[in-house]
């Protein structure tokens, strides 16, 4: 069974209409965060959260919100989707590196493909 | 955002010759990953250098961590079908905001049987 799960895997909705992607792991890792990948930008960071009462803006926030259920669930929610929003998403997980921080690695789910019209 | 310099974009190249990629940055990382991403899924960790100058392999995989710690390289050796995807590096900095990776664009990799 695979560690970090997305769901859907593919979604299309309208502009305006309010969606969720949802994200669960089996890792136990503490971290949790929200990418989106454009082609030929990589990847860039949406929402992190480094534990259930945790949560912090990433790069690109603006028209994006997030919910971390319980440790193993974060969700990302765009309020009002408009069609620069389309794009591949992708949840990642991490573990505590320690207190001197280097050795942490984050382990991406399968994404999640999304098209607004 | 920070971008890191990553090339070439794409490579074709004939099922077993090695490949060479390489990841620049105008700062310093004290870490660096390189990741595999197969179409529609999502990228998968092939290895992960921490110290400058570290030299880590996995299988045909071989990635070093630069000395100045504003770069790294990943080869691959005798290549083969199943190599084809998007190879992404991605650093962090050490120090405030140290959770956070920085991606590079990619480097689309094609093998020719």
């Known amino acids: 069974d695979a560690d970090v799960t997305q769901t859907p895997r593919n979604r299309i909705t309208k502009t305006g209409k309010r969606i969720m992607l949802e994200c669960s792991q089996t890792?136990?890792?503490?971290?949790m965060y929200w990418y989106r990948q454009d082609p030929g930008l990589g990847l860039r960071l949406i929402y992190y959260?480094?534990?259930?009462?945790?949560?912090n803006k990433g790069e690109i926030s603006d028209g994006y919100s997030v919910s971390r259920q319980a440790q193993a669930k974060f969700s990302l929610s765009l309020e009002s989707a408009i069609p620069n929003q389309t794009a591949l998403y992708f949840c990642?997980?991490?573990?505590?590196?320690?207190?001197?921080?280097?050795?942490?690695?984050?382990?991406f789910g399968p994404g999640t493909r999304l098209l607004v019209l | 955002g920070q971008q890191l310099n990553q090339s070439p974009q794409s490579m074709f190249i004939q099922e077993g010759e090695d490949v060479s990629m390489n990841c620049t940055s105008s700062s310093i990382f004290n870490t660096w990953l390189w990741y595999k991403q197969d179409p529609g899924e999502g990228p998968v960790l092939l290895i992960a250098l921490y110290k400058a100058g570290e030299l880590t392999s996995n299988g045909r995989l071989t990635a070093q961590f630069g000395i100045t710690r504003k770069d790294s390289f990943l080869n691959i050796s005798a290549s083969i079908p199943s190599d084809v995807g998007i190879y992404f590096c991605?650093?962090?900095?050490?120090?405030?905001?140290?959770?956070?990776?920085?991606f590079g664009k990619g480097t689309k990799l094609s093998v020719i049987p």
């Open positions: 991605a650093g962090r900095h050490s120090g405030a905001g140290s959770y956070q990776l920085t």
């Open positions: 959260s480094f534990d259930v009462k945790d949560i």
């Open positions: 890792k136990g890792h503490d971290r």
């Open positions: 990642a997980t991490s573990d505590y590196p320690g207190p001197k921080g280097a050795k942490e690695t984050q382990y």
